[in-house]
T-cell receptor
Framework: DSGVTQTPKHLITATGQRVTLRCSPR?????VYWYQQSLDQGLQFLIQ???????AKGNILERFSAQQFPDLHSELNLSSLELGDSALYFC???????????FGSGTRLTVV | AQSVTQPDIHITVSEGASLELRCNYS??????LFWYVQSPGQGLQLLLK??????LVQGIKGFEAEFKRSQSSFNLRKPSVHWSDAAEYFC???????????FGTGTRLTIIP
C-alpha cells in the first residue's frame, strides 16, 4: 500500500456519460498530480494541484476538470465521455520539497 | 520543453543475466531524473532518483543508474535479474521540488528461465 488511495479501481460507463475519480494523497502530501495512461499515448500529465490551488496544467481536455478540496483529497471529473477516454487514470502525491511522486494503484476506466 | 526517450520498447533477458535499460532526456537546466517500475495492474513504484551529487545512484531491488550529462543519459542497470523483475520500466525527468514529471514511453522487460 503506497498510501495514495484511488477509488474506484474499475469503472465501466457508456459514451456521453460523466464520471468522477477520487484520490486521497498520502498523509501530509500537499501536491496531487493526475496522469492518464493509455497504450497509444503512454503516461500523459493532466493536471497538478498544490494545497488546493491549480499549479500546472498539461494535456487535459476541456471535457475534463479537477479540484482539490480543503482536506487535500482530489477529484477528476470526466464528462461527455468518448471511447478514446478509456484508459488508466493515476493519481500521485508528493510532499513539500520532495523529489518524486508516490502513485496510487489507478482507476481503470472503460467507456463502452 | 522537457522530454524523455526510452529507445527500447521491449527487452528480453535470461534470469541471472545483467540488464541495462536506456534513457535519454532533453532538459534545459539541471535535470531531476527518476526510474519507476510498474507491474501489471499496479501503480508506479519509485526505484531511484538523481538530482545532484554522485552520478551513480543506488535504488531499491538491487537497481542502480548512472547519470551522464555529456550523453544526456540516465541508464538503469542490474547485475543479475530475477523473474520478479519482469515489469514495465519508466524513466522520468522533472525540474525538482513539486514540479510535474515527464515520463518516457516505457520499456517492457521479459525474463526467460
Amino acid at each position: 500500500d503506497s498510501g495514495v488511495t484511488q477509488t474506484p479501481k474499475h469503472l465501466i460507463t457508456a459514451t456521453g456519460q460523466r464520471v468522477t475519480l477520487r484520490c486521497s494523497p498520502r498523509s501530509g502530501d500537499l501536491s496531487v498530480y493526475w496522469y492518464q495512461q493509455s497504450l497509444d499515448q503512454g503516461l500523459q500529465f493532466l493536471i497538478q494541484y498544490y494545497n488546493g490551488e491549480e499549479r500546472a496544467k498539461g494535456n487535459i481536455l476541456e471535457r475534463f476538470s479537477a479540484q482539490q478540496f480543503p482536506d487535500l483529497h482530489s477529484e477528476l471529473n470526466l464528462s461527455s465521455l468518448e471511447l478514446g477516454d478509456s484508459a488508466l487514470y493515476f493519481c500521485a502525491s508528493s510532499e513539500q520539497g520532495s523529489y518524486g511522486y508516490t502513485f496510487g494503484s489507478g482507476t481503470r476506466l472503460t467507456v463502452v | 520543453a522537457q522530454s524523455v526517450t526510452q529507445p527500447d520498447i521491449h527487452i528480453t533477458v535470461s534470469e541471472g543475466a545483467s540488464l541495462e535499460l536506456r534513457c535519454n532526456y532533453s532538459y534545459g537546466a539541471t535535470p531531476y531524473l527518476f526510474w519507476y517500475v510498474q507491474s501489471p495492474g499496479q501503480g508506479l513504484q519509485l526505484l531511484l532518483k538523481y538530482f545532484s551529487g554522485d552520478t551513480l545512484v543506488q535504488g531499491i531491488k538491487g537497481f542502480e543508474a548512472e547519470f551522464k550529462r555529456s550523453q544526456s543519459s540516465f541508464n538503469l542497470r542490474k547485475p543479475s535479474v530475477h523473474w520478479s523483475d519482469a515489469a514495465e520500466y519508466f524513466c522520468a525527468v522533472g525540474a525538482g521540488g513539486n514540479e510535474k514529471l515527464t515520463f518516457g514511453t516505457g520499456t517492457r522487460l521479459t525474463i526467460i528461465p
